[in-house]
C-alpha cells in the first residue's frame, strides 16, 4: 500500500512541474499588465520548496520523478 501511495506523489510532483511552469507564465502576463503578484510569487516559491523536499526524499529512497521539467 505504501508503494502504490509513494507511486502516486511521484507521478503526482511530475505534474507539479508542469503546472509551476504554466503558473509562472500567467504570473508573467499578470506582471506585464501591471497586477501586483508578490503574493502569487511567494505562494509558488513556498511550494517550490515543498515540492523539492518531497522529490528529494522520494529519490532518496528509489523513485523516479516523472516529467521533471525544471524552469
Same mark, same amino acid.
Not at 37 to 49: C, G, N, P, Q, V
Not at 51 to 55: H, I, M, N, R, S
Given at each position: ?6 507511486d502516486?506523489i511521484?507521478?503526482?510532483?511530475? @505534474? !507539479?512541474?508542469?503546472? !509551476?511552469k *504554466?503558473?509562472? +507564465?500567467?504570473?508573467?502576463?499578470? @506582471?506585464?499588465?501591471?497586477?501586483d503578484?508578490?503574493?502569487? +510569487?511567494?505562494?509558488?516559491? *513556498?511550494? +517550490? !520548496?515543498r515540492?523539492? @523536499?518531497?522529490?528529494r *526524499? ?5 523513485? @523516479? !520523478?516523472?516529467?521533471?521539467d525544471?524552469?
Open positions: 500500500m505504501a508503494n502504490e501511495v509513494l502516486g511521484a507521478t503526482d510532483l511530475g @505534474k !507539479i512541474n508542469q503546472e !509551476i *504554466t503558473a509562472k +507564465e500567467y504570473l508573467s502576463v499578470l @506582471k506585464d499588465a501591471g497586477e503578484t508578490s503574493k502569487m +510569487e511567494a505562494d509558488i516559491r *513556498t511550494l +517550490e !520548496i515540492k523539492a @523536499k518531497w522529490e *526524499t522520494l529519490e532518496a529512497r528509489g523513485y @523516479k !520523478i516523472a516529467n521533471q525544471e524552469s
